[in-house]
């Protein structure tokens, strides 16, 4: 099955793209697999967050 694919418009400085741009160029990764990386990892780790919110109100 394939995966749903969206569209998400960032707003950077040129300066932070280009940066950001070389440093995909230099790990030999696809920006877009690099911008999915990051928001995954923000995502679990806030859901952990979360977690530990729970457990220590309970």
Known sequence: ???ESA???LRLSTRLKE???A???EDEI???DKVR???ANLVRSRKRQNGKAEKQEA
Do not use: A, N, V
Request: hydrophobic share 40%; glycine share 0%; aromatic share 6%.
């Open 7 to 9: 569209t998400l418009t």
């Open 23 to 25: 440093m995909c160029d």
């Open 30 to 32: 696809d920006m877009s």
């Open 19 to 21: 940066d950001f741009r």
């Open 1 to 3: 099955m394939p995966k």
């Open 37 to 39: 990386e990051i928001i």
